[in-house]
């Protein structure tokens, strides 16, 4: 089962990817909104067919995520996750016809060396199904609380530092999103109808639309340069925790901390290299 959401949870990377690399095209350049209207003016992004390709692509994606959750420990699911970037580098690579050059080729095999070392070193199993109510109260508030200072500071920031806080923001949305479908899908052995009465669902509904929104907003405020690092590390780092914390999933420590340290540093470095390649930010430039 670990291999199966191992394959599903790259697949909604995948999807992430594309919808990202889309979506981004999309909001680069706004179609003419109404006369007079900065509202219509700075959402004509979403008529553009690329942002709705992209947006369909994340609802296949989440579905995609929502089967990885299913069949596997939330703290291998959403590190797994962070393949989106790999992934983004061949796509914007395609797209945007800009072959990478060596510096971006050791990048991705950084990151997908570090991913690869931590997983095999922190091996994460299966816990509980089903999380206690009040394990919620004790991790849902501190982090509302962490996504309303990120949110009202970064609305106070221009350009890349913008991006790098409302993504930071956006990552805590996700991580938690993902935490709650899988609580719900844990829920599933008690019947459809138990899903629809319970309260895991339609918060993990909202949460979710709000990170999405939050999502534009981010790709909006600048570059992936900027936004995809904290996007995805700040995702899953913090799944890692809350799959622990939650979910009682086991990691490996001991001797090993330093080189899980290692392996998450690699990927931390990787990820912020492979962000900054003009081949996904889109900005021409020979060094690379």
């Known amino acids: 089962m670990i291999i199966v959401s191992v394959v599903l949870a790259l697949f909604a990377a995948l999807g992430n990817a594309a919808a990202s ?19 219509f003016g700075s959402l004509g992004f979403i008529r553009r067919p690329a942002w709705r ?5 994340l609802v296949v994606s989440g579905l995609a995520q929502a ?19 790999l992934f983004t580098l061949v796509l914007a690579a395609i797209v945007f016809r800009r072959p990478p050059g060596t510096r971006t080729w050791g990048a991705f095999l950084g990151m997908a ?13 299966g816990g509980l199904e089903t999380v206690p109510p009040k ?44 935490a709650l479908i899988k609580d719900t899908l844990g829920l599933a052995s008690g ?12 918060t993990a509904a909202a949460v979710g639309l709000g990170s999405f929104l939050m999502l534009q907003v981010t790709l909006r ?18 799944s890692v925790i809350l799959g622990v914390s939650l979910f009682e999933e086991q990691i490996d420590m001991g ?22 390649s003009p081949v996904v930010s889109g900005k021409d430039d020979q060094r690379w």
Not at 67 to 85: D, H, I, K
Not at 154 to 174: E, W
Not at 191 to 202: I, P, S
Not at 257 to 266: D, H, I, N, R, Y
């Open 67 to 85: 089967l990885a959750l299913a069949t596997g420990p939330l703290a291998v699911v959403q590190p797994v996750m962070t393949t989106e970037l």
């Open 21 to 39: 690399v889309l979506q981004r095209r999309a909001a680069a350049v706004d179609l003419p909104g109404l006369p007079g209207s900065r509202l």
């Open 135 to 178: 394990r919620w109260l004790h991790s849902a508030v501190p982090a509302a609380a962490v996504s309303t200072v990120l949110i009202v500071v970064g609305m106070r920031l221009r350009g890349s530092a913008r991006a790098a806080v409302l993504g930071s923001a956006t990552a805590i949305g996700f991580s938690f999103t993902a």
């Open 53 to 57: 390709w992209g947006a369909g692509l």
């Open 191 to 202: 019947g459809v109808e138990v899903l629809f009465a319970t309260w895991q669902m339609y």
């Open 221 to 238: 405020a600048g570059s992936l340069a900027a936004s995809q690092p904290a996007l995805t590390l700040g995702d899953s780092l913090l």
């Open 255 to 276: 001797w090993r901390v330093l080189p899980e340290a290692a392996a998450l540093g690699l990927i931390a470095f990787a990820s912020v290299q492979l962000s900054s």
């Open 113 to 125: 060396l570090g991913l690869a070392a931590f997983l095999l070193l922190a091996s994460p199993t």
